[in-house]
């Protein structure tokens, strides 16, 4: 089997896909990456390669998300490319046709507007945390449900509450108070999917043409309590795709076979960096009144990248290392 990995690092969960020459997914990983970028990555490589038959060759590799530069550095990826890109292409691959897309990951949201398979627009939130994967993960944790039960227990609403839910501290508190006057725990837990819903079309939604077909993506998809509360709030059916909460990486093996077919040979070091031992150390440089803080990344031993500086002095000396 030959084919091409995706891997999309996020700051709350890391996603790897191995998508065969067909374009088609044969394996997908999804982890949390517990602050831990580097050895999440080879963990979930070293698992991987344990569920591809013998003999696999990788053709390629991309990586997106926020880690995705260092990802990038690590597995010695073909393209890095943002997380808007990423999932446009792989929704235009499952979706064909798709117009809006939805997509609330970890720690931000963003929404994607395409025309004729063309980004048109898009805009991202990256302010505050209501409404994202680890805001739902906390109220879960404090309500003690599994946080796949959420949207589960939601759907069995007959009158969900009003709840505030531009900040993330109203929100809990209103809920709470909710709580005191003896609502029930499927209207709160709509009310507060509909109290999202309202925050996400309010502010990163704002002044967009939402036409379907729409897509809603990202691990907070899996949240049936959202889906129902973004079909009622919009008036069109929402879409979730297969492999909704991988979708990121499905992009990003997408591009990377599109790179790898300009250039026709791959950079990826193989499956046996999940064994290298990498290193991280930061300084602050004083060459000038800017005190940068440079990051570099050491493979056993060998520095093989630095990023931070304004100038370009240490980034360029850590891709001369690389070269050498």
């Not at 580097?38 to 880690?67: D, H, M, N, Y």
């Not at 398979?117 to 879960?140: H, K």
């Not at 709580?179 to 002044?207: F, H, T």
């Amino acid at each position: 089997m030959k084919g091409y990995l995706g891997l999309d690092v996020g700051s709350v969960t890391t996603k790897i896909v191995f998508m065969d020459e067909g374009g088609i997914i044969r394996e997908a990983i999804y982890m949390r990456t517990q602050g831990r970028p580097i050895a999440t990555v080879q963990k979930g490589l070293k698992e991987l390669c344990s569920r591809l038959p013998a003999g696999v060759k990788v053709k390629g590799v991309g990586t997106t998300g926020s880690g995705r530069y260092l990802a990038g550095v690590i597995v010695g990826a073909d393209t890095v490319k943002n997380e808007i890109t990423a999932h446009a292409v792989a929704s235009s691959l499952l979706v064909p046709g798709v117009q809006t897309i939805l997509e609330i990951g970890g720690q931000d949201s963003k929404i994607i507007i395409l025309r004729n398979g063309v980004v048109s627009d898009f805009a991202m939130n990256t302010v505050c945390a209501a409404g994202t994967g680890s805001f739902l993960d906390q109220q879960a944790a404090r309500l003690n449900i599994p946080v796949e039960k959420f949207g589960e227990i939601a759907l069995q609403s007959t009158s969900p509450v009003r709840i505030a839910g531009r900040c993330a501290v109203f929100a809990e508190s209103d809920m709470i108070h909710k709580q005191q006057m003896g609502c029930s725990l499927p209207d709160i837990l709509a009310g507060l999917c509909e109290a999202l819903v309202r925050n996400y079309l309010s502010n990163v939604g704002k002044g967009k043409e939402i036409l379907p077909p729409v897509v809603f993506q990202g691990g907070v998809a899996a949240n049936l309590g959202m889906v129902r509360a973004f079909e009622k709030e919009l008036g069109v059916p929402v879409q979730v795709p297969p492999y909704f909460d991988v979708m990121g990486a499905v992009g990003a093996a997408l591009l990377a076979r599109e790179a790898v077919a300009r250039k026709g040979i791959s950079r990826f070091k193989g499956f046996g960096l999940a064994d290298l031992e990498f290193k991280t150390r930061s300084f602050e440089c004083s060459g000038c009144t800017n005190q940068c803080e440079v990051v570099e990344i050491d493979e056993n031993g060998a520095i093989i990248a630095r990023w931070g500086d304004r100038c370009g002095r240490w980034s360029s000396a850590g891709r001369e290392a690389k070269i050498s």
